[in-house]
């Protein structure tokens, strides 16, 4: 059924925009004051800044610091509509979607929901790994880290203590890499001073890539400097070697070895999520939705979309789609504003800024345009970067402390284990999060 959802009732043409991540709430900005309604839907209240939810998991900063509330950010706009909700269906015959709220009708769609943890098809892997694609999960990562030492200090069996505390990240990407040096950092500054009774020769940091090399969207150089700097933390990485199997706690590998380690961090893919409504021609295998230049998903007239879900079809320089990353999403959203607002329609064109992976304190790489480098100065742009990046000057503010604290003091100050409330079970807390995934 037709629901207005509270909605004005005005002459002015709809845009309905699905997700508030980078590309959805870019857009939604360059239209605040344009002569559309603009309606944002996303089926959370708060913008989640992904590149620091590595930090969230290893206790370096508080999730509300890279968290915003949509409603905050749109305060002063009347133009401009926020409701949670999750979109269900397209209906595009009737320029209607369909959300878990009822139906809502469109001039305009874009769809800029983002992506998902692939598991590429394991069923075992999707139960137990962890992923880390939401705040929510970021913080399950943190608890069942913590958790999990705090079993283990329970126990004087020390395979136990071998199996708790190790920790085995799936996956050479940023991510994966950004996590193997935070968590190693953890373990060399932070953790034997909380756990002194643990022997932390114990705690092994593995790292696994399928493929030949780390950083794979990066230059060579930064690839192997990065392997430079994971191994002077000591962590133990291992290229070529695919994950086959996870049961909780045995892990077995392609080479035909096992390793035992209850937390398995799995950042080895993403995929879309297929939209009821629009044909499955139109997806990549990887559930990208394809669009053509201007972004409009192919086949549908008024439909959009942006960000890590779009796949461009046409763009010659990126046969296989354009990298999912923040900057393509914030392009794609601003030409698609521009677009919507004029009568000229402009092809988008990805503008490369460069990349930056931090791996440690001082630790960071950087492709920029025309130059590569890393260390120190690689690290302070990185800072600088994420820093600027942060919507709101407070989770600015808080970020700088929390990363100042933990530079000066070599300490992180959020090891707290708050695991969400469940009045049904009857389990103690870090019972509850260790066998939670
Ligand atoms: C751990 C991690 C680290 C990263 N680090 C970097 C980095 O350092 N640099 C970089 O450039 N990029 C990085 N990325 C990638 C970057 O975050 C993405 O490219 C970017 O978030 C894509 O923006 P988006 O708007 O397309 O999607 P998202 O930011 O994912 O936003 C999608 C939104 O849609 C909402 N949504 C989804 N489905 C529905 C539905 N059915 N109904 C309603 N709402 C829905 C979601 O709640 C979400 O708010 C990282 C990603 C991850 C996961």
Redesign the pocket.
């Given at each position: 059924m037709e629901n207005n959802f509270n909605l004005p009732k005005n002459n002015k043409k709809r845009v309905v925009i699905?997700?508030?991540?980078?590309?959805?709430?870019?857009l939604a900005r360059k239209l605040r004051k344009s002569a559309f309604q603009v309606v944002v839907?996303?089926?959370?209240n708060?913008?989640?800044?992904?590149?620091?939810?590595?930090q969230v998991a290893t206790s370096g900063i508080e999730p509300s610091s890279i968290s915003f509330p949509v409603r905050k950010i749109f305060q002063k706009n009347t133009n401009l509509h926020f409701r949670q909700?999750?979109?269900?269906e397209v209906l595009p015959d009737q320029k209607k979607i369909l959300?878990e709220n009822g139906e809502l009708s469109y001039d305009h769609l874009v769809i800029?929901?983002?992506?998902?943890t692939n598991y590429f098809g394991s069923a075992n892997l999707e139960r137990h790994g962890l992923p880390?694609?939401?705040t929510a999960e970021?913080i399950n990562l943190r608890n069942r880290i913590l958790a999990s030492f705090e079993k283990a200090i329970l126990t004087e069996d020390v395979n136990e203590h071998t199996k708790l505390m190790s920790v085995v990240i799936v996956g050479g990407g940023?991510?994966g890499v950004?996590l193997s040096g935070a968590i190693a950092e953890m373990r060399r500054f932070v953790l034997p001073k909380d756990y002194p009774e643990l022997d932390f020769s114990k705690m092994k940091i593995l790292l696994y890539e399928a493929g030949p090399r780390l950083l794979n969207g990066m230059s060579e150089k930064s690839g192997l400097k990065a392997l430079e700097f994971l191994k002077e933390l000591d962590v133990e990485v291992h290229l070529n070697t695919r994950i086959e199997d996870y049961d909780g706690e045995k892990i077995s590998l392609s080479d035909q070895t096992e390793v035992y380690a209850t937390n398995l961090l799995w950042?080895a893919g993403?995929s879309g999520?297929y939209?009821k409504g629009i044909a499955k021609e139109t997806y990549t295998p990887s559930n990208r939705l394809v669009v053509d230049s201007y972004n409009q998903v192919i086949g549908l007239d008024g439909v959009y979309a942006?960000?890590?879900?779009?796949c461009v079809s046409d763009d010659k320089e990126y046969e296989r789609g354009h990298?999912?990353?923040?900057?393509?999403?914030?392009q794609q959203?601003n030409n698609l504003a521009d677009n919507l607002m004029s009568n000229k329609q402009k092809p988008f064109k990805y503008k490369d800024k460069g990349?930056?992976?931090t791996i440690g304190r001082n630790m960071a790489v950087a492709d920029l345009p025309g130059m590569k480098f890393s260390g120190f100065i690689a690290w302070v742009l990185w800072l600088f970067v994420?820093l600027m990046a942060i919507v709101g000057v407070k989770n600015r503010f808080f970020i700088f402390v929390n990363w100042a604290q933990s530079y000066i003091w070599r300490d992180q100050s959020l090891r707290i284990l708050i695991a969400p409330y469940n009045r049904n079970k009857k389990k103690s807390t870090n019972q509850q999060s260790v066998s939670a995934s």
């Open positions: 699905v997700g508030a991540g980078f590309a959805g709430l870019k839907l996303d089926k959370q708060y913008h989640q800044f992904q590149p620091l939810f590595y909700t999750q979109l269900l959300t800029a929901t983002g992506v998902t880390m694609k939401t970021a940023p991510t950004e950042t993403v999520k939209i942006v960000g890590d879900i779009a990298p999912q990353v923040a900057q393509v999403a914030i959203a990349s930056l992976a994420h």
